[in-house]
């Protein structure tokens, strides 16, 4: 049965762990607003990023970019086991900032796999560290010094993008209108109003820009949401309306294929505070 587990830190905000025992599911297109750096412990995974796909073999290390589009799947049948340490952008641009002593934003891991047994062991201690109970100031010690390996190791200067067209900007339009109106039924009609593109225009250059179609992109938005109605403990099939998907089956259904299980199982793991 697929399982995963998500553990937080009352000492580390914007830090957290995503553990996958067994997992067999195929991650659709998406993005990280975080940095995601893991471990496959069993098994091997799939990660491709436009046509480039990179095989990360068990016990192997490896990262993914905020904001980079990728999908991930398993390397076999039987499933793979991983854990991922993910650093929200803020909490990574002060360790950063920190370690290299230079622009945050400039740091950009070029590809995902890291064959880097040293950096392995490191991080496991970390992880075992963090797992472990201990003081915040030990725990943010061990997390910097893993850090400063892995950045001082592999990261590079992120390359320049290219100059903007008009195009970005109704983009940023369309995303902004998403987040504001996650909960009603969007129309690609309307997104392309509000955008000042045609249909097609904004689709092909949603695509483009953010990685993801705009319905992607709007599922994953609600998926969000709906996570932190969860944890403070709403209802599911009301969580499944409030953030606009037709049912609780369809909740159901898109929670597991982006979060990796369903709905309730999540629920039982982080049951609300009391």
């Known amino acids: 049965m697929d399982r995963v587990r998500f553990t937080t830190w009352a000492g580390l905000p914007g830090v957290h762990l995503v553990q996958g025992f067994q997992v067999k599911n195929r991650f ?3 993005v990280h607003a ?24 068990e016990q192997t290390l490896f990262v993914i970019n905020p904001g980079e589009p990728h999908t991930c799947a398993p390397g076999g049948p039987e499933g793979h086991s991983y854990r991922v340490l993910c650093l929200n952008l803020e909490k990574m641009q002060d360790l950063s900032g920190q370690i290299a ?10 590809t995902p796999l890291l064959s880097d047994p040293a950096l392995k062991l490191k991080m496991q201690q970390c992880l075992a ?4 109970p201990q003081a915040k100031l030990e ?19 992120a390359p ?58 709007l599922v994953r938005i609600r998926i969000e949401k709906a996570l932190k109605l969860l944890e403070k ?42």
């Open 28 to 30: 659709p297109r998406h």
């Open 34 to 57: 975080a940095l995601c750096i893991g471990i496959v412990e069993r098994g091997s995974r799939f990660i491709c990023q436009g046509k480039k796909t990179t095989v990360i073999p």
């Open 101 to 110: 002593e230079k622009i945050p934003q400039s740091l950009y891991f070029p």
């Open 129 to 132: 560290d963090l797992e472990s």
């Open 139 to 157: 725990q943010e010690e061990k997390l910097l010094s893993f850090l400063a390996s892995l950045i001082m190791r592999h990261a590079k200067p």
């Open 160 to 217: 320049t993008p290219p100059k903007l067209r008009p195009q970005p900007a109704a983009v940023v339009r369309a995303c902004e209108y998403i987040r504001e109106n996650y909960g009603a039924n969007l129309a690609l009609q309307h997104l392309s109003r509000v955008a000042g593109l045609s249909p097609f225009h904004l689709h092909r250059s949603f695509v483009k820009i953010m990685g993801i179609s705009p319905h992607d992109f």
């Open 233 to 274: 403990g709403g209802d599911m099939s009301e969580v499944a309306l409030d953030t606009g998907f037709v049912d609780q089956s369809h909740f159901s259904r898109c929670f597991k294929r982006i979060i990796g299980i369903p709905p309730g199982r999540y629920f039982r793991l982080h049951p609300p505070p009391r």
